[in-house]
């Protein structure tokens, strides 16, 4: 019995080990990851957690964040003060960091070995030559031209309503159950911190929440809230959160909506096709009044930025990302390009759902 208590402090960390391996084995089975876990486990956790955070004003996630931050300081002052030993210590933080490591996974992280987009969808995968993407980013610059709104004030409760209604009509064409919980946004505590690194928004897995930063400008709002949605609803590539959010933006009946998506997106396009010989062409397509609101946005990010954390950021996410399966990293954002593309270009799998971006 004494050596059984002696050890106690070591299951959290053998179960740790068991979610590590369980990674391992599950990123070769994404089939089974979209079938049991996106499917059907994580709609019933993305349910009881939102259900239950959607009774506080307040963040929970930053709160569990800042409470994180703060232990090690707590330990060590207690250390120094002799109020717990150095061996105590040391398995309390253990135990902290296997419990984080578990439920990041269980609550939400398993999401990030399910089967790609292509697969999930049944949207054909395919290679356009660089003159099909010049062509296509031309008729997509006509289009942004001409859905180029006023932007200086947003209804957020208003913008909310419709970006959800928008998610219930393309639930079965995305392939989620909605309505899979509660997803208002929630003003990021320490947005002034996060703005300096160019986060504008992050879903919390664990107490299902979505945030945006309240640092952000009115026309980057609804693209914004929409891609967060989308991690609530389960999707982890950022490529595909940044897809969902657009062709939900693109299919809603509000034109500030539509205009901000097809804005954000185009950003991914023109870096993309920076090197080619039509780039100069297709910058100077741009009309003047898109082009205001895109030196806006550059302008203000530029002044809130902070250089260094923001590469710090970038470099963290990255390894983040690259140890989740997103071999890209960073550069995983870019590939909305490649998804909206193949979205744009099979007319079958639109007509097959009726699909008609405004």
């Known amino acids: 019995m004494r050596t059984d208590r002696k050890h106690k402090w070591l299951i959290l960390p053998a179960l740790a080990g068991i979610v590590f391996a369980l990674t391992l084995i599950l990123r070769r089975h994404p089939g089974f990851v979209e079938t049991w876990y996106a499917q059907r486990i994580y709609p019933f956790i993305a349910s009881i957690l939102s259900t ?3 009774v506080f004003p307040f ?5 569990f964040y800042a409470i994180l931050i703060l232990m090690p300081v707590v ?9 717990i030993k150095w061996k ?3 398995k309390f933080l253990l135990n902290t960091i296997a419990t984080v490591y578990i439920l990041f996974y269980v609550l939400w992280g398993f999401n990030y070995f399910r ?12 290679e356009p030559d660089t003159e099909e993407f010049v062509q296509f980013i031309h008729q997509y610059v006509t289009e942004l031209n001409q859905l180029h709104c006023d932007f200086d004030t947003v ?8 970006i959800e209604e928008s998610y219930q009509h393309l639930a079965p064409v995305l392939q989620f159950a909605y309505p899979m919980g509660k997803r208002p946004d929630k003003t990021i505590t320490f947005s002034g911190f996060y703005v300096k690194s160019g986060i504008t928004g992050y879903f919390g897995p664990f107490f299902n929440e979505v945030h945006v930063n309240k640092k952000i400008l009115p026309i980057e709002y609804p693209y914004v809230l929409a ?5 609530q609803l389960g999707i982890t590539s950022e490529a595909e959160a940044n897809f969902y959010a657009w062709l ?17 997106i185009s950003f991914h396009f023109f870096r993309q096709a920076r090197g080619l010989e039509a780039y100069k062409d297709l910058v100077a397509k741009i009309s003047p009044e898109v082009q205001a609101d895109i030196n806006r946005i550059t302008e203000h990010w530029n002044k809130l930025r902070n250089a260094t954390m923001d590469k710090t950021a970038s470099k963290l996410n990255d390894a983040y990302l690259k140890h989740n399966n997103i071999k890209s990293g960073i550069k995983d954002y870019t590939g909305v390009v490649d998804h909206v593309m193949n979205f744009s270009l099979d007319s079958a799998f639109q007509q097959r759902h009726g699909l008609t971006p405004r």
Do not use: M, W
């Open 155 to 162: 209804d957020k409760a208003e913008i909310d309503r419709l």
């Open 227 to 231: 891609h967060e949605k989308a991690h």
């Open 248 to 264: 939900v933006c693109l299919n809603s009946s509000s034109q500030q909506i539509r205009y901000s998506a097809k804005l954000f």
């Open 52 to 54: 239950i955070s959607f």
């Open 75 to 83: 330990l060590l002052v207690q250390l120094f003060t002799k109020r």
């Open 115 to 126: 089967s790609p987009l292509p697969d999930r969808l049944g949207i054909k995968d395919r």
């Open 88 to 90: 105590a210590a040391g």
């Open 59 to 63: 963040s929970l996630d930053d709160s």
